[in-house]
């Protein structure tokens, strides 16, 4: 058993090295379709990423009447953090709002002047709300509609009104190019499956003459298959293996500008490397099971002598 | 040993290789089958090995009806014969050493036994100093020599010679001839297939003449008759 086992090692081995262009063949293909899979999952992550920040810019802002202490603020951000599928939430309590509103009119001695003129500050406490999703600020603001919310709201920020459509349409958008990648995405794969599925079956098809001699000698189909089996696995580890090693400073020279365009808030390469070891094992598991399928299939034919 | 009852094989509707064929061969038997060419003589061997199915009759090789095989069973089967293919079938990207060893690796032998019995087969079959050239790297009659060696490597009870002299010139068709009397005496089954007239009459041993698929003559001490 065990003797069997080295020699059908050693075949694979010298199956790999005495047909070495169709090797090369056969794993550069492999390699192809690896990275384009690999392109596949960064895109994914970009467009989940672009998403994401675009959904940080918006946020509402629900301004209190004056006459609403802190106190009650935060008894209504307890109450609506549980209630409500909020991810954060910021006080801007009224002197701070304050402060920034004569920080952000400071050239214009008109506002300055009436400002001073003033003797109670006329801005209320703020809560900016964030939500988990787009889609759930609907609720968030129905909920403040309630007549005995509206009672002690001064306003609804203009960013959320002036923003409400383009986020609908947003919203439709991101869907759309969810949707759109995943179905390129599944033909794509399907295409790159049938690529490795010939390759293979072609490689294979080389060696019909051997296989069918090694029956006649007397060889099983276990010891037959074996060296090919093998070296499918071993396809499949070693173009795992060159993907990783191609991409990762391929990724390290165009992450940059894969940053600028996130304002530097997302970077591939360490998003890469971070998760090279769940990609790496995911593509290698993934390819094994489609060559050893591949292969069995391929063999067959020739095993029936 | 090998018993052929009313054997037929049709390849394909207007192509019947072998009619009806009946034959019993003994144990320890040399027999030479000789014929035109496209008579059906390796379609016999092909029988044996269990390469291709009778269409009708049964066919037995050492008390094992093999005319139902299973392709589980057939590597059994192949381990108890050796064949000397007439296109030599050597694994291309295997050497000369590689392609002998091969025979005796299928059947798990252990690696010392196989170093000490491929160049003791190197040396009968005269290929020293070849051990590791690709079969591509051969004359014609090198590579049946390869071929020759690899069918005695396990000691098979039955050597199945198709043609194994059509490559050599006369004196190592001789040397050839000589070596399967050889195995032959230790008690080793031939059957020989030939279109030599000069080995069948020199061998002075049962002759079994087919002619388009039939066996037409089939003598104890036979001459080749076309
Ligand atoms: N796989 C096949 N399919 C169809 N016909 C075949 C097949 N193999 C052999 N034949 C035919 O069967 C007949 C017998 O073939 P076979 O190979 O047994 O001849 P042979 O006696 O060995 O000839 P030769 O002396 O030339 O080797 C031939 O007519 C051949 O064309
Ligand atoms: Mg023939």
Redesign the pocket.
Known sequence: MLISFVRIITFALQNFWRNIWLSIATLSIIILTLISVSGLIFISVLTQEAIASAQQLIDLTITFKTDITADEIHSIDQTIKSSLPIESTTFISKEEALAKFKEFHKDDPSIQESLNALEENPLGNALVITANRIEDYPSIIAYFQQDEMQNKIQEFNKNFEKHELILEKMNLLTKRVQEIALVISGIFIVIAALIVFNTIRIAIYTHSEEISIMKLVGATNAFVRGPFIFESIFYSLAATLITLAILMPLLSLISPYISAFFNNSFDLATYFRQHALWIGLYEFLGITLLNLIATSFAIGKYLKI | MIIFKNVS?I??PN????KEATLHIEPGEFVSIV????????????LITAE?RPTHGTITIGGWDITHIKNRAKPILRRQIGVIF?DFKLLPSKTVDENIAFALQVSGSPFTKIKTIVPQLIKVVGLEKKEDRFPKQLSGGEKQRVAIARALAHRPKVLVA??PTGNLDAINTNEIVDLLLKINSFGTTVVL?T?NREVVNNLHKRVIT?EA?EIVSDQKKGKYML
């Open positions: 094989k390849y394909h192509i019947s290789a072998l014929g035109q060419s496209g008579v059906g003589k390796t379609t016999i061997v092909k291709e007439q198709d043609e297939v279109h087919l698929g």
